[in-house]
């Protein structure tokens, strides 16, 4: 029964990409081309002048006959909102790739980071991987299906956005709040995933389900000001320095959800036998002390998925040798879990720090919206699984929680089932060469993967069987 389904889910998703066949070979010109122009087309947040991107896409989705809509809260931060119709027999699917990207420290660039310089294999540039892979992905996606005319059950809504690099009012929270019925649909596919290679093998396809959500506190400390040379007792210096040590030995306790319980499930499958040992015992009493140790040290991602997590980063107070300050404070980056009860929390820490001169104040200015997970047995999730099983047979699907906040979070507020996908990458690139560094590059080959990746994705979920 089992393996009967399996077949008929691959048939049909053979047929579709059977009826529309692509020739990837003949595409990959007009895609470099695209690409490397939107690197070269500067978006850094701030100010974001995504505008000039929407400038660039829109007529070639208008040459193209596919219709598109500008929304702007700012006229110089458009986002821009391309559909091709299905039949309405099923929802719509959003594909969505922000046109902003992070600034650049210039002189620590090894290359111009707008050139979109061409070398050994990589393209260069701010926005590579971060995310106008994501841009191009989604146009090429657009320019195909209505080249090829492919029948839909669903709309297909293609959104660059603006203002994602910490400046969403601009753009998703603005479309959702003020263009939802321009947006609406049932899933989405937009950043946040990982394709992990190792020596030109793909390991794993990490399709995020879910992130953490940012928040912040301070802890305020107060005391009586006076002469350096006469200790106090109530020093707040003092008082903000043990509170904050409070943090190096408790943090809140380790909670899996379906994501994460998954994520280790899979990820033990591909892993060496300790790797796997470990993954697979994490949530057993008799080994997860010794394993979040093992993590906290050496796997600080992983441990970040544990639990919500709070960080020092910020620590001010004083202003002079000889005197002591009346207030001092630090501010923690806390990192919380979808369905964190964030009131309960900031109790709890009152609660650990134990001191009534230490006041926990919550900073309402981080505010990005929580929402439950992404479902790892929606259609859409299946889609991918079964894409990635074409694609790349030996890899496994591995559901992941992001520890950063991306866009999805908005649309995953309004019901919308969100997921991340991303470029294929060496796991030898690491960060180096990863989103925000300023060595940021793409393997050339590892866009029209993604394309495809895309591709048989929306095919898969939108086009009429
Ligand atoms: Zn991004």
């Known amino acids: 029964m089992r393996i009967a389904l399996l077949l008929f889910a691959a048939c049909s998703w053979l047929r579709a990409a059977d009826r529309y066949p692509v020739d990837w070979a003949k595409l990959e010109p007009e895609t470099i081309g695209y690409f490397t122009s939107l690197i070269r087309i500067d978006t850094s947040n701030p100010p974001g002048d995504e505008t000039k991107a929407v400038n660039y896409l829109k007529p070639i989705l208008d040459r193209a006959g596919i219709p598109t809509q500008v929304f702007a809260l700012d006229p110089n931060r458009a986002n821009l909102v391309a559909r091709i119709k299905g039949n309405g ?185 300790d790797e796997a040992y470990r993954y697979n015992h994490i949530a057993d009493p008799a080994h997860t002390d010794e394993i979040q140790r093992y993590f906290a040290e050496h796997e600080p991602g992983n441990y970040s998925v544990l639990r919500t997590s709070i960080v020092p980063t910020i620590i001010q107070g004083g202003f002079r040798t000889n005197v002591i300050p009346s207030e001092a404070e630090a501010t923690l980056d806390i990192r919380a879990l979808p369905d964190e009860d964030m009131p309960k929390l900031y109790d709890e820490m009152r609660r650990v720090i134990n001191d009534p001169s230490v006041e926990v104040v ?88 993604m394309i495809q990746f895309l591709w048989y994705t929306v095919l898969d979920i939108a086009a009429s069987k």
Request: glycine share 8%; charged share 25%.
């Open 89 to 273: 027999s099923k929802r719509p699917v959003i594909i969505m790739g922000h046109t902003d990207v992070v600034g650049v420290q210039r002189d620590k660039w090894p290359v111009d980071p707008f050139a979109a310089l061409r070398k050994d294999g990589y393209i260069w540039g701010r926005g590579s991987s971060d995310d106008k892979s994501h841009v191009v992905s989604c146009l090429m996606t657009m320019l195909e299906l209505k080249r090829l005319n492919v029948q839909l059950d669903r709309d297909v809504i293609f959104i660059a956005e603006a203002g994602e690099e910490g400046t969403s009012r601009f753009g998703i929270g603005y479309l959702v709040d003020q263009h939802w019925n321009d947006i609406a649909a049932q899933y989405a596919l937009a950043e946040g995933g990982q394709t992990v290679a190792r020596n030109g093998q793909v390991l794993f396809a990490g399709i995020a389900t879910t992130e953490k959500t940012p928040r912040a506190a301070k802890l305020v400390a107060h005391g009586t000001a006076g002469h350096g040379s006469r200790p106090r007792q109530d020093n707040a210096v003092l008082h903000l320095a043990s509170a904050v040590a409070k943090f190096q030995s408790w943090q809140p306790p380790m909670r899996l959800n379906d994501t994460t319980r998954a994520y280790f499930e899979r990820l033990a499958t591909i892993s060496p036998p």
């Open 362 to 449: 919550a900073d309402p200015s981080r505010n990005r919206p929580s929402a439950p997970p992404s479902r790892i047995d929606s259609e859409m999730f299946r889609s991918l699984e079964r894409v990635q099983k074409q694609m790349f047979p030996k890899a496994v699907t591995i559901p992941t929680m992001l520890t950063g906040a991306t866009d999805n979070a908005q649309l995953r507020t309004k019901g919308v089932e969100a997921y991340g996908f991303g470029a294929i990458a060496d796991e030898s690139e690491g960060d180096l060469h990863g989103a925000h560094s300023d060595q940021e590059r793409v393997a050339e080959s590892s866009i029209p993967k």
